[in-house]
């Protein structure tokens, strides 16, 4: 399987996001292979609006591989829900949702606190992944949880003041699982990869900016001037994963 991976569109209905994003959908598009999805970890709208949304909408299904969506941290869920999945009764409650993509499972999970920048994983959503881990580990079909929270540390202050705060019950969901070749994630507008629970956890790059590390000083902690970023995750036969960043120029 070959799924890209995206992150951190911040659509706010200014030119700059827009072009960035657009610019994200192009180079997608152009691939000489398509990818069997493309996956998008989170904060696709900057404030919730309705029309970040219809934007969104619009510009994902300007790809040609089909675009699989999960919240973040400035995402609104009733909105989200409403514009950009087309349910109009799906209530403000964690969005969950999992998609099966050439012989694997997409578990797009709901990492966020409703007003709040860091994220937990509910009750609804703990129960909900361990028995959808547990119906896919019966039909022997591997799964890729994705949410935007990364559940570890990535030594920047100001992310890692705001990640997955019950880290420790997710680890404990996770353990001894055999089917899950890794864990994808947004949120660090920065690639990164990491270990997670024994698991490769792979941080997708942002779209709208990418974050400076501690030791790369500048001003601010992000650098709007870095282009977008695109991560590609190929997920081989023995289900090992090998990951690929690319920036988008």
Same mark, same amino acid.
């Given at each position: 399987?070959?799924?890209?991976?995206?992150?951190?569109?911040?659509?706010?209905?200014?030119?700059?996001?827009?072009?960035?994003?657009?610019?994200?959908?192009? !180079?997608?598009?152009?691939?000489? =292979?398509?990818? #069997?999805?493309?996956?998008?970890?989170?904060?696709?709208?900057? @404030?919730?609006?309705? &029309?970040? !949304?219809?934007?969104?909408? *619009?510009?994902?299904? =300007? /790809?040609?591989?089909?675009?699989?969506?999960?919240?973040?941290?400035? #995402? #609104?869920?009733?909105? !989200? =829900?409403?514009? /950009?999945? %087309? &349910? &109009?009764?799906? %209530?403000?409650?964690?969005?969950?949702?999992?998609?099966?993509?050439? %012989?694997?499972?997409?578990?797009?999970?709901?990492?966020?606190?409703?007003?709040?920048?860091?994220?937990?994983?509910?009750? *609804?959503?703990?129960?909900?992944? &361990?028995?959808? /881990?547990?119906?896919?580990?019966?039909? %022997?079909?591997?799964?890729?949880?994705?949410?935007?929270?990364?559940?570890?540390?990535?030594?920047?202050?100001?992310?890692?003041?705001?990640?997955?705060?019950?880290?420790? =019950?997710?680890?404990?969901?996770?353990?001894?699982?055999?089917?899950?070749?890794?864990?994808?994630?947004?949120?660090? @507008?920065?690639?990164?990869?990491?270990?997670?629970?024994?698991?490769?956890? /792979?941080?997708?790059?942002?779209?709208?900016?990418?974050?400076?590390?501690?030791?790369?000083?500048?001003?601010?902690?992000?650098?709007?001037?870095?282009?977008?970023?695109?991560?590609?995750?190929?997920?081989?036969? #023995?289900?090992?994963?090998?990951? @690929?960043?690319?920036?988008?120029?």
């Amino acid at each position: 399987m070959l799924l890209a991976h995206i992150s951190d569109l911040h659509l706010d209905g200014g030119e700059r996001a827009t072009e960035r994003a657009t610019r994200v959908v192009t !180079y997608l598009n152009s691939l000489a =292979r398509v990818p #069997d999805a493309v996956l998008v970890t989170g904060d696709i709208a900057d @404030h919730g609006a309705p &029309e970040e !949304y219809a934007e969104a909408a *619009e510009l994902l299904a =300007r /790809l040609v591989a089909p675009a699989f969506p999960c919240p973040g941290n400035h #995402d #609104d869920r009733a909105t !989200y =829900r409403k514009v /950009l999945l %087309g &349910e &109009e009764d799906g %209530g403000a409650g964690p969005v969950n949702r999992v998609h099966h993509v050439a %012989g694997h499972a997409l578990l797009l999970c709901d990492s966020t606190i409703p007003g709040e920048d860091e994220g937990r994983f509910d009750d *609804e959503t703990l129960a909900w992944l &361990e028995r959808t /881990l547990d119906e896919l580990a019966a039909a %022997g079909t591997p799964a890729l949880p994705a949410f935007h929270h990364p559940p570890a540390a990535l030594h920047h202050p100001v992310v890692d003041g705001m990640n997955l705060t019950n880290a420790d =019950r997710l680890a404990a969901l996770l353990a001894g699982r055999r089917n899950v070749p890794a864990l994808l994630t947004g949120h660090a @507008h920065t690639p990164a990869a990491t270990t997670f629970a024994g698991l490769p956890l /792979l941080v997708a790059p942002g779209v709208v900016s990418t974050l400076r590390m501690p030791w790369e000083g500048g001003e601010g902690f992000t650098d709007r001037a870095a282009p977008p970023g695109v991560a590609f995750h190929v997920v081989g036969e #023995d289900g090992g994963v090998t990951t @690929h960043f690319r920036v988008v120029g």
